[in-house]
């Protein structure tokens, strides 16, 4: 069984960064694994949405549009960990942000859930 924990969510003003921490355990995440870690986020009233995927092996990533150029996922293998570097930040990106992962890339559903952490960006 696979856990998430984020953290790093706060207040911050438009035009201002934070970086999110997704800790995963429950089991080893190496350079060999087929799972795929996710970002979302689901604002008041909204649904949840994509914002970015990146894989445990390799370097591929992929972001929403409304985020690319601005926000950036990677990982630390060796701390089990996934980061959302967000940049620039803009009030339309306050929501609650969640990770989340599933066993590979052509896997239909996300498995693994966080609990989800608040980023509120005031104008």
């Known amino acids: 069984q696979v856990q998430l924990v984020e953290s790093g969510g706060g207040l911050v003003q438009a035009g201002g960064s934070l970086r999110l921490s997704c800790a995963a355990s429950?089991?080893?995440?190496?350079?060999?694994?087929?799972?795929?870690m996710g970002w979302f986020r689901q604002a008041p009233g909204k649904e949840r949405e994509f914002v970015a995927t990146?894989?445990?092996?390799?370097?591929?990533?992929y972001y929403a549009d409304s985020v690319k150029g601005r926000f950036t996922i990677s990982r630390d293998n060796a701390k089990n960990t996934v980061y959302l570097q967000m940049n620039s930040l803009k009030p339309e990106d306050t929501a609650v942000y969640y990770c989340?992962?599933?066993?590979?890339?052509?896997?239909?559903?996300?498995?693994?859930w966080g609990q989800g952490t608040q980023v509120t960006v005031s104008s």
């Open positions: 429950g089991r080893t995440f190496g350079t060999y694994s087929t799972y795929v």
């Open positions: 989340a992962a599933k066993t590979s890339a052509v896997a239909a559903r996300w498995d693994y």
């Open positions: 990146i894989k445990w092996s390799g370097t591929n990533t």
